[in-house]
């Protein structure tokens, strides 16, 4: 018994080590917050441990971790207390500036990403950023093709509205 215990551990630091990465992007991108993208990853990781048995072919554990690291930024975001939602407008120098740093870019589709409903969000973090199929994006959200979609194309719609300010 002691051995498939040595076994399952390396098997787990393995994952870990080749997926913390993803983990923590993906989460980060959701949550916004570098310390509440760790806690989901840490949460995401624990879970990864104690099914590690269960898990299969290397295509299900990516899956799984998306899926897994959703879940963890649902509820995360279920638990933060509501807030009244808040008009986001670009820095007044992004705004004004019409070549924008790479940087700057990124900063600014991510606060624009905030603005977006969850399940939007969801959808075109896995499917435009992190580039998974649709069918993928669909397993790990539990919904259908055509939901996701329709949340990827209504996110892209919300999000080239919220950068258009930018580059006027």
Not at 68 to 86: G, K, W
Not at 123 to 144: D, F, H, K, N, Y
Request: proline share 3%; glycine share 4%.
């Amino acid at each position: 018994m002691r051995v498939a215990q040595d076994d399952s551990l390396a098997q787990f630091e393995a994952l870990m080590a080749q997926h913390e990465r993803l983990v923590l992007r993906t989460a980060l991108r959701m949550l916004g917050r570098l310390e509440d993208a760790q806690d989901a990853a840490q949460e995401v990781f624990m879970k990864l441990y104690r099914h590690i048995g269960k898990i299969e072919a290397e295509r299900g554990v990516e899956s799984w971790l998306y899926r897994t690291t959703m879940n963890a930024c649902f509820d995360q975001l279920r638990r933060r207390r509501p807030v009244e939602p808040i008009e986001w407008e670009p820095p007044i120098s992004a705004v004004q500036h019409t070549n924008l740093e790479r940087d700057q870019r990124r900063q600014l589709v991510s606060e624009a990403l905030k603005t977006l409903p969850e399940k939007e969000r969801a959808a075109v973090i896995l499917r435009e950023i992190e580039g998974l199929e649709t069918v993928e994006v669909a397993q790990i959200l539990g919904s259908s093709e055509a939901t996701v979609r329709s949340q990827v194309s209504m996110g892209k719609a919300r999000l080239k509205r919220c950068l258009e300010g930018v580059r006027a």
